[in-house]
């Protein structure tokens, strides 16, 4: 078989494949690696088919959708994911052919309703339905005790105990377990009364995870993140340094439009001298009064060179082929002592 383990941070993601055909299945793909999982298809020469989400994530961003359009893949997820687009739905006691393997489908809501283990031959992958030594929590949205309850005990944890389990998750650093390790030893399956599970579950205290609502607004829309917008304007925008700036600032006016695109009162508290204010907010609706010839040369500025890169991305898309967004913000243009104005221009 052929087998990869991709660990980023304590996101746990396979890439899993059939050795006589090549066949090859990506699961719970992260966005941050999507050039490690392309590199490890290539180098081995692997057809990655199926790029699986074992449930719809709220704690990291999915990178299947970005993955499988590179690839010509088919994104999989259960028939109750939230998520559009999905090329094959998939419901409890299905199969997913990768040549001469099988990965069957279990169906087990719980952490979400959406929520489905991969059961091979010899391994699962639980998802965040089962975890070493936990299990998914049931807190956040679709979450119910009761039915992940019902997944482990009368599902899951009935397969072979020899059968390996590689979650989505692990945060120290173990690669797999197996579900006779697991229901000997994980503290959360000493409750196997529904009751005692429930009372369990909800009197964890789990602080939310980060980028919470980013993460389930992306993965159940297809939507961008915030991270991705900004990789994006950034492609397709030249930068000047900070000092290249300071230098032209400082030989007077050539020609070069800076353009400060933060709200007033940030810009009358300091700006870098002679540039011009136009907020973000209004870049559209004042561009044709404010800037009239699409070919002066503008240089975009902001307070941490974020809002900057998308407002020059902006000006590109609207015909100024000539801005450029500076490489730094106005809070490290004042922390490097570089000259500023204050006051209305
Ligand atoms: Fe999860």
């Known amino acids: 078989m052929i087998f990869e383990q991709i660990a980023t941070g304590g996101c746990q993601s396979y890439l899993l494949g ?17 050039d490690r999982y392309l590199a490890l298809a ?11 989400d074992t449930h719809t994530h709220a704690d990291h961003f999915s990178a299947a959708r970005q993955v499988a359009d590179r690839l010509h893949a088919k994104t999989v997820m259960h028939i109750r994911s ?4 999905i090329d094959m739905r998939v419901d409890d006691g299905e199969s997913i052919a990768l040549g001469k393997l099988r ?21 699962v992958f639980t998802g965040d339905t089962l975890l070493i030594g936990g299990t998914g929590r049931t807190d956040l949205p679709t979450g119910d005790p009761v039915a992940l309850h019902a997944s482990l005990f009368d599902r899951l944890l ?7 389990v590689y979650p989505a998750h692990d945060y120290k650093g173990r ?11 994980n503290p959360r399956l000493q409750h196997s009364e529904l009751e005692a599970f429930v009372r369990m579950m909800k009197a964890l205290d789990l602080s939310m995870p980060t980028h919470l609502t980013e993460a389930l607004r992306t993965n159940m829309s297809g939507g961008k993140t915030v991270t991705q917008m900004l990789a994006e304007a950034a492609a397709c925008v030249p930068f000047m340094s900070m000092e290249e700036l300071r230098d032209r600032v400082e030989a007077g006016p050539q020609g070069l439009v800076v353009l400060d695109v933060r709200e007033r009162d940030a810009y009358e508290a300091g700006h870098i001298p002679g540039a011009r204010l ?20 503008i240089v975009t500025c902001c307070e941490f060179g974020r809002i900057s890169t998308l407002a020059a991305a902006t000006l590109r898309t609207m015909g100024f082929q000539r801005v450029a967004a500076l490489d730094g913000g106005m809070k490290a243009w004042k922390e490097a002592g570089y000259p500023t104005q204050s006051g209305a221009r």
Do not use: W, Y
């Open 82 to 85: 939230p998520a559009p687009g």
């Open 103 to 123: 990965l069957r489908v279990m169906h087990t809501p719980g952490h979400t309703a959406d929520s489905m283990c991969l059961v091979g031959s010899d391994r």
């Open 42 to 52: 290539s180098r081995d020469a692997l057809r990655i088919r199926f790029v699986i």
């Open 158 to 164: 009935k397969l072979d105990p020899a059968l390996k």
């Open 175 to 185: 690669s797999h377990s197996t579900i006779g390790d697991e229901l000997r030893t």
């Open 18 to 34: 059939c050795p006589d055909t090549c066949a090859t299945a990506l699961i719970d793909p992260e966005v941050s690696q999507i």
């Open 278 to 297: 136009l907020p973000r907010g209004q870049l559209e609706l004042r561009v044709n009064e404010e800037l009239p010839d699409p070919t002066a040369r």
